[in-house]
């Protein structure tokens, strides 16, 4: 029998995946091209796979060209080859190629649970909604992970409501070491040289900072973020885990996104180092949050994107939201953005491809939930914007949970909140034009008029969701509710 060769997709980047034997990286500009991408993200796709061809030696062959069929047709002819193999990628639109091109198909990996196993689940489940909580636990049940016999550790499945501390009084950061940074080399000098040459060519559309990358594109630069994490941020990643200030980004994230969603880590390993992180003294809510962000939330999303269908992202518009994304939000050119809140979260995104969750829900996603942003685009920004953006890992997290555009599918309701929140969790209200306690008036915050007009407008789409009737009598009560939708109507849009 021939022997086959390995074709590793760009998020198939470690031993994972490699079970020896050949392999084959194509190295597809199409990738990066073709509509705006940040910089950072297509510096680190592109370093992320020459590493791993140099790492691979002559065990490797390997392509630069426009397409993927481009390079089956320059070795294979026009029918392409009859030797590849391929782990199933992680886009319906990579799935549908390798088998248009009749590579054989082993089962995805990558995740903590298998699809196999969350068919299994979900079958088992008779139709009854798929719930995160549901999924997690039985996921622990599974793995054992943080179980003592039939048990959770500590007695509790979640921890969630002992991560929710606002930031410390006065702080300007949680006061934690610098994270630890990869060292660029001759590798990411060629990919600053060659993303100069595209976009001075018109061939790329680049946008966002060129900064030094930041996360890791090889699988012993992961290990050592990960050792990082846990050494220097694990403790605190929990109670801080919601928390906003203006001059920490990372706060005490684990910044292993991007590096998991290329596949340098194995996500099971990862939370089992860290579960026994808790034996060693490392706080359970900590240990418990982190846990469920990596087995729980990312697989769920991960198995989501495979059970709603290939059309989820296109076909929902619930709530009837149709404005464009504004310039600000596809240039990354905050200036004109006079929210503190929202101005430092693009900023963000503009100098580093990347943001925390609450910066992406409570920020940036209940900002283009209560003006209607359209949710198909606003995907695709997640997507093209962030660092570890990619077809499979936004969908649920931006039209389901931040958009609610599927109409409760993916989260029971939709995550709209006023500046109150907003105060509690960062340091930003401090220092705005605007007062998180003001709904009407020349310093009325955005977000909180802004809440109050998002009800408004959906008050129909929301009238039959139990969980909003109490926000939805808080409006029927506003005394100056007129006032603030038709002051909201009239607030100039960003540019």
């Known amino acids: 029998m021939e022997a086959r060769t390995r074709w590793l997709f760009s998020g198939q980047l470690g031993s994972l995946f490699d079970d020896g034997g050949r392999i084959l990286v194509v190295e597809a500009r199409s990738l990066v091209a073709g509509r705006p991408i940040h910089r950072a993200k297509a510096h680190l796709l592109l370093s992320a796979l020459r590493h791993r061809v140099r790492e691979l030696g002559d065990r490797v062959e390997y392509h630069r060209v426009d397409d993927y069929r481009q390079a089956l047709e320059a070795t294979g002819g026009s029918t392409g080859r009859d030797d590849l193999e391929v782990i199933d990628p992680p886009s319906y639109a990579a799935r549908r190629f390798v088998r248009e091109v009749g590579c054989r198909i082993l089962p ?33 049940e599974r793995t054992g992970l943080l179980m003592e016999g039939d048990q959770p550790v500590g007695g509790r499945w979640n921890y969630d409501h002992d991560n929710r501390a606002s930031p410390p009084k006065g702080a300007v950061t949680l006061g934690l070491p610098e994270p630890w940074w990869p060292e660029e080399d001759d590798i990411d000098d060629e990919v600053r040289h060659d993303l100069d040459r595209w976009q001075a060519e018109g061939a790329v559309q680049l946008v966002g900072a060129d ?84 087995a729980g939330w990312r697989d769920y999303v991960w198995h989501l994107y495979w059970h709603l269908g290939e059309d989820y992202t296109v076909s929902h518009n619930a709530l009837a939201a149709t404005e464009p994304l504004p310039e600000s939000f596809l240039t990354l050119t905050p200036d004109a953005i006079e929210a503190n809140c929202l101005h430092h979260a693009i900023d963000g995104v503009r100098e580093h491809g990347w943001a925390h969750h609450i910066q992406r829900l409570m920020v940036i996603g209940n900002w283009a939930l209560q003006r209607g942003y359209d949710p198909v685009a606003l995907n695709a920004w997640f997507v093209d914007m962030f660092v570890d ?52 008036g020349p310093d009325a915050c955005p977000y909180t008029a802004g809440y109050w007009a998002f009800l408004d407008r959906t008050e129909g789409a929301l009238r039959r969701n139990h969980r909003m009737a109490q926000p939805l009598a808080g409006l029927r009560r506003l005394a100056d509710r007129e006032a603030v939708v038709a002051q909201e109507r009239e607030r100039e849009p960003l540019s």
């Open 389 to 440: 953006g990619t077809p499979w890992v936004m969908p649920a997290n931006v039209v389901g949970m931040s958009q609610h555009a599927d109409g409760g599918l993916v989260a029971t309701k939709p995550y709209a909140s006023g500046g109150a929140y907003i105060d509690r969790m960062t340091d930003h209200c401090a220092g705005c034009v605007f007062s998180p306690k003001k709904r009407l």
């Open 211 to 294: 900064g030094p990358r930041r996360f890791a594109a090889t699988e012993s630069e992961a290990e050592r973020a990960l050792d990082d994490f846990v050494e220097s941020r694990l403790a605190d990643f929990g109670p801080f885990e919601d928390a906003t200030l203006t001059g920490d980004w990372t706060m005490a994230h684990s910044l292993l996104s991007a590096p998991l969603n290329l596949g340098l880590l194995d996500p099971l390993r990862v939370v089992e180092r860290v579960a026994a992180e808790h034996g060693r003294g490392a706080p359970l809510a900590s240990v418990e949050g982190f846990v469920r962000q990596v």
């Open 108 to 140: 995805s990996r990558g995740f903590v649970t298998s699809e196999e196993q969350f068919r299994e689940w979900a079958d088992a489940r008779g139709g009854s909604r798929l719930l995160l909580e549901d999924f997690y636990r039985a996921t622990r």
